[in-house]
């Protein structure tokens, strides 16, 4: 099971960080993430990172922006978000799956809900 905190309410510029924990099972997908659905849009890939390794990917808009990391000790990771944007209101997502973009994925935890205003 995927649990996600970690959302909120922030001023656009602001900052915020979500965090995921793994828990139940001995984890061992190739790599965690983060996706995103704003209201009215499909669900989009945000950020990923090899669990067994150190690469990251990131979607092209978050460039620069964000930053994912991981605590294999503790089965964790976070996604930093900062210079956030009102577009980047959305309910986050995290997941783990199959290479580095999550193009399959064996778990998805529930959303948390991060609101940015203009």
């Known amino acids: 099971q995927l649990q996600a905190s970690g959302g909120g309410l922030v001023q656009a510029g602001g900052s915020l960080r979500l965090s995921c924990a793994a828990s139940?099972?001995?984890?061992?997908?190739?790599?965690v993430g983060w996706f995103r659905q704003a209201p009215g849009k499909e669900r989009e890939f945000v950020a990923a990172?090899?669990?067994?390794?150190?690469?990251?990917y990131y979607a092209d808009f978050v460039k620069g922006r964000f930053t994912i990391s991981k605590d294999n000790a503790k089965n964790t990771w976070t996604l930093q978000m900062n210079t956030l944007k009102p577009e980047d209101t959305a309910v986050y997502y995290c997941?783990?799956?199959?290479?580095?973009?999550?193009?399959?994925?064996?778990?998805w935890g529930q959303g948390t809900q991060v609101t940015v205003s203009s």
């Open positions: 997941a783990s799956g199959n290479g580095l973009g999550l193009t399959t994925l064996d778990a």
């Open positions: 139940g099972r001995t984890f061992s997908s190739y790599a």
């Open positions: 990172i090899r669990w067994g390794g150190a690469s990251t």
